[in-house]
């Protein structure tokens, strides 16, 4: 079942040359999908697009066949979470009151957190390996750990789809496997931008490349990941194979 559905999207900032046109995008229930293109290619101006952000100039949206830009804010953060670049202002705010924002669409205005959303809140600061920092001050945390605590927050959420921009900044080698694992165990629809392209090719079902603005490839990992195409959209040569452990394509760039 396709759960996130882009048709002939366009969009562009100021009425004039588009920065993403025609673009045709399809997340399935449980696929992980990965968006990848050069420095201001578009992705980060998609994934706002597809999590009710940024309005299309033309085009459709839809999560499980309704049309987002019909519905409300609240409806859509009830559906989609998202995990940016950015970290958000913290306002002194504990980790795990951090992560318990992700309840806010669920709740009424003055309702407070009862036993469940607790219960959410430390299962998610567990499975993502911060339960042991709930109490500390988000600020302190470091960089790859206020990731891990802004997926608790999009887990706690319990999205239908996730959006994920360039997850794995931050983190060291061994968050940004755990991440991606988690990520993947989820079996959520997620679509998500990456700059590593070996971490994307482990982890994807599928994988699409955006080049100025215009979708270049959607397909597997093996499909969309040859070094004509690496040249053509990075411009760098690189030498494909598979992966010895893991049959996945693997590239090495040629400096
Ligand atoms: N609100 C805006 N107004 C004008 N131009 C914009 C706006 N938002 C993005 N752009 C431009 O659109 C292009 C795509 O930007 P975007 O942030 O989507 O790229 P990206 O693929 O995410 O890049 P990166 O890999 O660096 O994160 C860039 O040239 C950027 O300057
Ligand atoms: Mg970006």
């Not at 945390?141 to 605590?149: D, F, N, T, W």
């Not at 927050?153 to 988690?182: C, S």
Request: proline share 5%; net charge negative; with cysteine.
């Amino acid at each position: 079942m396709q759960r996130l559905r882009i048709r002939q999207l366009a969009w562009s900032p100021n009425g004039q040359q588009p920065l993403l046109d025609d673009i045709d995008l399809d997340v399935a229930d449980g696929e992980l999908l990965g968006l990848l293109g050069p420095n201001g290619s578009g992705k980060t101006s998609l994934l706002r697009c597809a999590y009710r952000f940024q309005r299309p100039s033309a085009g459709r949206v839809e999560l499980d066949g309704e049309a987002l830009w019909q519905r409300s804010p609240r409806w859509c953060a009830q559906r989609v979470a998202v995990v940016l670049q950015e970290f958000p202002q913290d306002f002194g705010l504990r980790v795990h009151e951090v992560a318990a924002m992700g309840r806010t669409p669920h709740k009424g205005l003055f309702d407070s957190d009862d036993a469940e959303d607790q219960r959410l809140v430390s299962e998610a600061l567990a499975r993502v390996g911060l339960g042991e920092l709930a109490q500390q001050p988000f600020a302190c945390l470091s960089g790859g750990e206020k990731q891990r605590a802004l997926l608790a927050r999009a887990l706690v959420q319990q999205p239908q789809l996730l959006i994920l921009d360039e997850p794995t900044n931050h983190l060291d080698p061994r968050y940004q496997l755990e991440l991606l694992r988690q990520i993947k165990a989820l079996g959520l629809a997620t679509l998500a931008s990456f700059h590593d392209l070996n971490l994307a090719a482990a982890f994807c079902d599928r994988l699409c490349v955006l080049d100025r603005g215009r979708l270049l490839a959607v397909g597997t990992p093996a499909e969309v990941l040859t070094a004509e195409l690496l040249q053509q959209v990075f411009g760098v040569q690189a030498l494909v194979d598979t992966h010895p452990l893991a049959g996945y394509p693997r590239i090495t760039w040629i400096l």
